[in-house]
Structures are given as structure tokens and as C-alpha cells.
Nanobody, 127 residues
Framework: QVHLVESGGDLAQAGDSLTLSCAPS????????MGWFRQAPGKEREFVAA????????NYADSVKGRFTVSRDDANIIIFLQMNNLRPEDAAVYYC????????????????????WGQGTQVTVSS
């Protein structure tokens, strides 16, 4: 079983930047495809960004393209979500997830592809 821990959520103002990180809670030496999703109150969980095991494939939701950047630190098996020019509609609980079965160049956008999820980190954006 894989336990993921997100961090970096905070209260921000519109236009600000935040960086979220996600790391396994225990030692792991294998890279997997990983994704970021978010869920706002009263809304369904939605895809934000994903990065393949190889790092060669990165997908973004249209709503965050050009503002958010996903990356990974393979030495520490950590992924990051750099969020720039935040908008009030970006406010949500952000979750990272890992897909254990994805091929090395696959970065799934479907939440059902993912096997394990973190507990989430709250991002609040004031206008």
C-alpha cells in the first residue's frame, strides 16, 4: 500500500502563487504516474494535472494550462504543483494520487485510473 502526503495548501489572494507537494509517507524506490485533482464544495472531483512515470508526458486541465506546472523530484519521489496567478475558482481541496499500472509514458486524466490517494490539502483563494 502507498500512503501519500500532500502539503503546501494555504490561504492566498487572487494572483498569488502557491506550490503544493506530494510525497509517499514511507520509503519507496519506484516511480509511478502521478496526478493532481481538486474538489471544491458541492462539486465533483476534477482533474488538474498529471505526470507520467518517465516524466515525458504531462497533461493539464484546460482551466489551469499556462498557470500551473507539475514536476517531479525523482531523487525523492516527490511531485510538485506550482500554481501561479491563482483565481478564486481554483479554491478547493487538492489531492495527489498514484497510478501503479500506467505505462511509463502515460499520464492519466481519469481519476478512476488511480490506485491510491492522499488526504488532500486545502487551497483557499480570496478575490
Amino acid at each position: 500500500q502507498v500512503h501519500l502526503v500532500e502539503s503546501g495548501g494555504d490561504l492566498a489572494q487572487a494572483g498569488d502563487s502557491l506550490t503544493l507537494s506530494c510525497a509517499p509517507s514511507g520509503p519507496t524506490f519506484i516511480r509511478f504516474a502521478m496526478g493532481w485533482f481538486r474538489q471544491a464544495p458541492g462539486k465533483e472531483r476534477e482533474f488538474v494535472a498529471a505526470i507520467s512515470q518517465s516524466g515525458n508526458t504531462i497533461n493539464y486541465a484546460d482551466s489551469v494550462k499556462g498557470r500551473f506546472t507539475v514536476s517531479r523530484d525523482d531523487a525523492n519521489i516527490i511531485i510538485f504543483l506550482q500554481m501561479n496567478n491563482l483565481r478564486p475558482e481554483d479554491a478547493a481541496v487538492y489531492y495527489c494520487a498514484v497510478d501503479l499500472d500506467a505505462s511509463k509514458d502515460s499520464a492519466p486524466t481519469n481519476p478512476y485510473a488511480y490506485d491510491y490517494w492522499g488526504q488532500g490539502t486545502q487551497v483557499t483563494v480570496s478575490s
